[in-house]
Every structure is written in C-alpha cells, then in structure tokens.
C-alpha cells in the first residue's frame, strides 16, 4: 500500500460470492450527489440527456451479462436504484460476472458516454469523477424484502423531498 495514499475499508461483506445466485438491490450515486440525471418537478421525473444515457445502459445490462436480470429500476436526479439478479446457475465460480463487474461496466460506459457529450454537445465538465467510488448494495433475502424495496423504487420520485440524497 502507498504511504500516501489511505486504505479503504471494504464495505462489502468479506467471502461472499458476488456472482451467486442472488437478487441485490444497488444505488449507485453521482459523485457529490450532483444532479446530472434529471430534475423532479411536481413528482414527475425529468430525464436530462445524460439521465437518459444511464436508463438506455441499464436497459441493456441484459444483453451484456445474459444471465443478469433487472427487475426493477429508477433513475433519480442524483443516484439510480436497481434490483439486479444473477443467475448462476451451472456456472463454476470466478465464471460468472459479480455484482461489482456489472457495477464497475455500469460505471465506465456511462461516464464514456458522458466524455463524449461534453465533446459533442459541450454538457458541463467536471474535475473530478463522475460517480461515487462506491456504491450501496443489499442482498435480498425474500419475497417480503423484495417487495419492500420494489415498492421504495417505485415511490422514489413522490418521495424525493424526504429522500436522504435530496439536494436542492
């Protein structure tokens, strides 16, 4: 490790296998929680271009990784929430993509993307990175926490004054 650099607890748990046959729910947050993804007005969410990037990828998440499933998504002013499924069924471990692959693929098209609309279309450019280094993860454990969260996605917007990445 760098002397300069500090180390960086892992927030994830220690030997659970992240491309096991689970069903996660992920938020993944703009860094400084800058709001690039859209704006709520009268609890309708507005996609802005970029906002509009980051709900076509996730759309398509499917076609890279066949075996994931997105359940369920919201792209917010600030942050996206996803329930995501891996199936890994007949797959050995370390052969299948992990949660933190789909994440970090998420993480590197959408900023890409965002390179070329500040070269295209000249949208704000920024210093620093686009995303928060990390990111939220929940395993879910059954039906009633799946719908819990399903319903928390689905409300996100009508919430978004009470929401703990609200900024005005």
């Known amino acids: 490790m760098s002397p300069t650099r500090p180390s960086r607890r892992s927030i994830r748990l220690q030997n659970f296998d992240y491309s096991s ?13 800058e709001c690039l993804l859209g704006k709520i007005i009268d609890n309708v969410m507005y996609l802005l271009p970029f906002g509009h990037i980051v709900k076509s990828f996730i759309t398509t998440i499917p076609q890279y990784y066949p075996l994931v499933n997105v359940d369920i998504f919201q792209t917010m002013p600030n ?3 996803m329930i ?17 692959t789909i994440v970090q693929r998420f993480k590197t098209m959408t ?3 965002y390179l070329e609309g500040i070269k295209i279309h000249g949208w ?4 620093k990175k686009l995303w928060q280094r ?3 993860e929940h395993i879910i454990r059954d039906e009633n926490d799946l719908n819990r969260i399903r319903e928390y996605i689905q409300n996100n917007v009508i919430n978004w004054h009470k929401d703990k990445f609200h900024v005005l």
Request: with cysteine; proline share 2%.
């Open 124 to 127: 704000q450019k920024f210093d």
């Open 84 to 100: 995501i499924g891996l199936e890994s069924h007949g797959r050995t471990q370390g052969s299948a993509p992990t949660l933190g």
């Open 21 to 33: 046959n689970n069903i996660y729910f992920v938020t993944i947050c703009t860094q400084n929680r």
């Open 134 to 136: 990390n990111y939220y």
């Open 111 to 113: 900023t890409h993307q």
């Open 79 to 81: 942050h996206v929430h």
